[in-house]
């Protein structure tokens, strides 16, 4: 299981990485903030993110009941 998110958190990371490069390069954004407290975060978001998916799709029989459970898990409504 830790080898099927590896890949997925490296992915992840790395878009991150070339987004942040591509704002400060290309569109000129000022990068302001701790950059290290970025790269936590994300790593945070990525985990909890693929760690969700990992448990959707254990408790899942069929795709079609791991779309419905994502859905539903992913779109709260608001109070």
């Known amino acids: 299981m830790i080898g099927k998110m590896i890949p997925a ?3 992840g990371m ?11 390069l290309i ?22 993110s693929l760690g969700m998916g990992l448990f959707i799709s254990t408790i899942a029989n069929t795709q079609q009941q ?7 898990i992913a779109i709260r409504p608001s109070c």
């Open 9 to 11: 958190a490296m992915v």
């Open 27 to 48: 569109f000129g954004i000022p990068f302001r903030g701790n950059p290290l407290l970025l790269l936590l975060s994300a790593a945070l978001f990525l985990l909890t």
């Open 66 to 72: 791991a779309i419905m459970s994502s859905s539903l």
């Open 14 to 24: 790395m878009d991150l990485v070339l987004m942040t490069t591509a704002a400060l």
